[in-house]
Each structure stands twice: as C-alpha cells, then as structure tokens.
C-alpha cells in the first residue's frame, strides 16, 4: 500500500468482507494468502486455472482499500460483466472505454479529478491508459495518495510470446514508472514459463523480487470430460454425432426417475446448457439454424448481432429459457460470464491455439460439476487454422515475429494434442503450462475412459495425410473464414 493509505480496521477483516460485500461464506484455497499479500502492499502473480475465483483476489482488496483499484483488462464483455456483478453486490465499480456513454465518461473524469474518487475499482482498456487526458487524472489521484493498486487481469496479453498478445499492454511498464509505491497484481489462467518471465519484466515486477509474491496453481480442472473426436472433410459428421450424443443426454434425461428429480428442481429435461464455438458467422448462423429445425434450443451469438439481440440471448441463456439453452458462438464468447452451470463445451473446428482452446473448455463446469469437453479435429481444419494464422501475422517487426512463431508453436502443440493417442489429455495439458506433477484423472479423459478404442477411432476418422498434403498443395486450405 502506497505510504500514507490507512485503512479502517473494522474493513480489516477478510472473511467479514468476503460474507458480507461478496456473499460468500469461506475462501477458496490460496485466495486468503493472495489476497493478503495484497493487503500487505506487495506486488502479486497469480497464475490459475480457470473459474478458480481470481477477479475475488483484487475485487476483495479493492474494497478494503483506500483509494481506487485500476482493473487493466482486454475484453469489453469481460469489464462489463465484472462491473454489474459489482455493482448488484453494492461496490462502486466502473468501466472506461469505447462503449462508455459521454455523460458516464464526464461522471467518472470528474470523480478522478476530485483527487479522492469514490470509485472502489476503475475497468479500462490498456488503450486508454496511454491517453494523456487518463494518466494525468491518475497522477494526481496518485499525489493524493488515493491510487490503492493496479490490476492486470489476462496479463499474458502482456506478451508476444502469449496467443493474445495486444501491442497495448507492453506499454503497461508506465506504471511502474510513474507509480513506484503503488503495488501491482497480474493474474492470468495461461501462461507458460516464458509468458510469465514477460509478464513480470514488462510490468517491472521483477526488479524487486523481495516485494513480489508469486502464486501458481495449477491449470487441471478435474471435473472436465476431455475428448478429441475425429473427423474429416469427406466424413463431415460433426453434426450427426453431436445431436446423437445430445439426443442421447437427453434421453437419460426423460427416464421417469430422473424426471421426477429435475422436476422437483424446476429443471426442464433439454435444459442441458452448452456452448459450441464456430470458426466463422456463417458457419455459426447454419448451426443454430440446423439445431432449432430440430427443436434444439440453439442461438447464435456473434459480433454482427445487435447489442439488443445479443444481449437477449444472453440473459436468456444464463436465466434457462426455454430455446435458449445452447449458444453457437465465435470464439471469446463466454469470457467474464459467469455462468456456472454449463454442462458442455464443443470446439466445432480446431481452435487457433493451445491456450484458446482451454480458455474456452474453462467456461464449462465452473460449478466444480462433471462437464463434458468436444474438440472436433480435423487434419484439413488443421491446415486451415495454419493459413489463418500465417495471414493474420504479417507484421514486419521483431514483436510481430517473436509473436507469429509463438502462435505456429501454440497450434502445433494443440495438433499434437490432438493427435496424441497415448497420454492422459489432463497431463498434456498440465505438461504444456509447465507443470512437473501428472494430475490425477478419474476417467476424465478419452485416453482414460478407453485407450484402444480411441486409437481405433484416430485410425478410422481422420483424412490421409496424403490426401490433406495433394489438397493443400493445391491452396484448397488456403482461403478461410475470418473469425468474429
Ligand atoms: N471463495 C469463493 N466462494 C465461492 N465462490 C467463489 C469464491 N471465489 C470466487 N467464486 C466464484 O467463482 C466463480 C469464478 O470466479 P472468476 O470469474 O473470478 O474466475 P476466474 O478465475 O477469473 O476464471 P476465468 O479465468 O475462467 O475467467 C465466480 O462465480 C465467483 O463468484
């Protein structure tokens, strides 16, 4: 805590916070030694798995506090998510960006330049943290003594050597410029060594290892059913094993003993939530189409949609309505929404990265209860994915190229995940983070539940190497639907 911030002791008391502004009755491990370190002025990393509880180990501090917590954070979804749960939980929290309405803009500008902000936790783009009109509010917020603490949620976007690198968050290293005293947390679900080694020197965390405490827990989510279908262009069968595998759920579902229990719980039997990620628009519209012809409740949800449309869908699937129960999304849809009850997750296409890829699985089971994880890979796909990401990354600097070889590595270690037909798909995962110790895994995993039969279906459902190489040579990979 900068010199001169006191706190009240009557806030001092972390479970009291934690019960009364959050409404939660005890800490998960590791949160109470983060969130007191925290309090204790240091700087902080913390690095685990997704629904782990991390926005808690700012949030908690931020309210505790004097002063006001800037929460730096990349997805707008992500910061007004955070900021209405707050705000229902009665801390004055905030957002500043591109969507922030003039008369919200001019309230929060003036509150800064008041010097002593009523604010609790300010959410901003790391974009507007290089505007002069923001960092001259904040350096005199910070004279007064009333700037408690700057928080960097996805902080591997921090580096190129991440999957989300964004050229706005290198420039994050200002705070620690202007701000020595004023202690900096940065948390992240996925990070490999190298990210975290970025992460800490962009920030300038890692000049003073005496006042940094690092906290890495580990990225396993043991309640996530992990399998790798198979699949190919000529098979083209996504479709019918997904709506099979559904139909079957839902039959379980319908047997008169378990009607009664989900009955009794006001749960409708096709109200089995899920997302599907799509690559593309297009491809995300026709999916939901198919699904609702089937009288699957399905939406798609994509950046094209109105705000209105979106946000209807959106309330609807959280709240189970009826014909809401499966979002078809384009990719970083889900994130900052809590939502702890979906029951799947199914990655239609290959996704662009390793890290994305379990990012997205995250969202499901956040509940802690068995959620079941579909990857559909397909070696065209995998073709695909590359010319995507070889289009995307053209840029000629030394950042650009550190992060474009970065993304060839990520996507062929989610190949090779793919691939793998002899390892626990939870210690591959494990593995990649860096993690030494194998997870344990209760038949959580295709390889786990049933290793012959998943070489079998590896054998059976994949295009000839072959085949994919004559077709690739002949640019049929080539041209792909941009993502949104
Ligand atoms: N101590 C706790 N007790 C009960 N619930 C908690 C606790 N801490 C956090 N949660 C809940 O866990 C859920 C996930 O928290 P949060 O969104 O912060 O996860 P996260 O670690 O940021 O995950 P992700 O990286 O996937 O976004 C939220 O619903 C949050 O309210």
Known sequence: MPPGLTRGDSFRDVDFTLRRQFNKDSFRPQQREIILAALDGKDVFVQAATS????LCF?????IDRGITIVISPLLSLMMNQVKALRSANVDARTLNSNTPLSERDYIYQDLSTGHPRTRLLYVTPELCSGERFRDRLRFVHKQKELARIAVDEAHCISEWGHDFR????????????????????????????????????????????????????AHRP???????????????????FVSWLKRVYDRRNEPERKKELEAKGERVENVSGIIYTISRDECETLAAALKMEDIGARPFHAKLSNQEKEKTLSRWINNEPGYDIIV?????????????????????LPKSFEGYYQEAGRAGRDGNASYCFLYYAREDRDRVLSMILRDCQGKDQESKTNRQARIQSHEKLVAYCEDTSSCRHATICKYFGETVVPECDFACDWHKDADGLKKRYAAGLASEEWVCTQREGGMYDDYYPSD
């Open 329 to 349: 999304a384009t990719t970083a849809f889900g994130m900052g929404i809590d939502k702890d009850d979906v029951r799947f997750v199914v990655h239609w296409r």
């Open 59 to 63: 949030q908690l501090p931020a309210v």
């Open 223 to 241: 309640n996530l059913h992990l399998e790798v279908k198979f699949t190919s262009d000529e098979a083209n069968d996504r479709y019918d094993d």
């Open 167 to 218: 050229k706005d968050f290198k420039r994050l290293s200002w705070f620690r410029e202007a701000f020595p005293d004023v202690p900096i947390m940065c948390l992240t679900a996925t990070a490999n060594e190298q990210v975290r080694k970025d992460i800490l020197s962009t920030l300038c965390l890692d000049r003073n290892p005496a006042r940094l405490r690092s906290f890495t827990m580990t």
């Open 52 to 55: 782990f509880g991390k926005s």
